[in-house]
Nanobody, 121 residues
Framework: QVQLVESGGGLAQAGGSLRLSCAAS????????MGWYRQAPGKQREWVAT???????IYEESVKGRFTISRDIAKNTVYLQMNSLKPEDTAVHYC???????????????WGQGTQVTVSS
């Protein structure tokens, strides 16, 4: 059994900052990529950022230069530092982790429960 527990969402003013965390626990053999998605009201879920197993980071265009994805391998945790927040960043943010439960099995994607980020103008 694998669990992803998110924390760190909340309310911020435009220009402010928030930091999201997502910790994976349970039966984990290895972790591949980790990342974040978000879903704004009335919109489809969209990809935000990814960090690969070798630490390469990739960002959706609208968050480049404002958001930073990082991870703590020892803690199986991924972070999203969000600076210079804008009202259009308002959304439920979900972490995703591609992980392997046991040797020889294919990776499986797990989703966090989602955390609300609200940015006021």
């Amino acid at each position: 059994q694998v669990q992803l527990v998110e924390s760190g969402g909340g309310l911020a003013q435009a220009g402010g900052s928030l930091r999201l965390s997502c910790a994976a626990s349970g039966s984990i053999f290895s972790i591949n990529a980790m990342g974040w998605y978000r879903q704004a009201p009335g919109k489809q879920r969209e990809w935000v950022a990814t960090i690969t197993p070798i630490g390469t980071t990739i960002y959706e265009e609208s968050v480049k230069g404002r958001f930073t994805i990082s991870r703590d391998i020892a803690k199986n945790t991924v972070y999203l530092q969000m600076n210079s927040l804008k009202p259009e960043d308002t959304a439920v943010h979900y972490c995703v982790v591609d992980l392997v439960i046991s040797r020889g099995t294919p990776p499986v994607r797990y989703w966090g429960q989602g955390t609300q980020v609200t940015v006021s103008s």
